[in-house]
């Protein structure tokens, strides 16, 4: 059974940073797609970051120079690491898989974790 496990959420001022990771299990890591949407309640999730096969990195305009991804395949990890974070990226985050393939549309994954809350005070 796949399983997609994010940790690292928490609560942190505005201008701290935190590190979100995603731990894969029974699936070929190497071969899909990752991506990390935030979702806040009402809304749908929106898409922040996602990294290809290849390692080529994809960033939502809201975030592009204060967040970066990355991936391990060795661990079947892909991590977030979230600097100069702002009341705004108040959200549950969340990881996706997609098989081949990237994707920035939350509509077309094959597999999802379940969330971790961030939290950024003023």
């Known amino acids: 059974q796949v399983q997609l496990v994010e940790s690292g959420g928490g609560l942190v001022q505005a201008g701290g940073s935190l590190r979100l990771s995603c731990a894969a299990s029974?699936?070929?890591?190497?071969?899909?797609?990752m991506s990390w949407f935030r979702q806040t309640p009402g809304n749908e999730p929106e898409f922040v970051a996602a990294?290809?096969?290849?390692?080529?990195?994809y960033y939502a305009d809201s975030v592009k120079g204060r967040f970066t991804i990355s991936r391990d395949n060795t661990k079947n990890t892909v991590q977030l690491q979230m600097n100069s974070l702002k009341p705004e990226d108040t959200a549950v985050y969340s990881c996706a898989a997609r098989l081949h393939r990237y994707s920035v549309d939350y509509r077309s994954f094959d597999f999802w974790g379940q969330g971790t809350q961030v939290t950024v005070s003023s």
């Open positions: 990294i290809s096969v290849g390692a080529t990195p």
């Open positions: 029974e699936l070929t890591f190497s071969s899909y797609g």
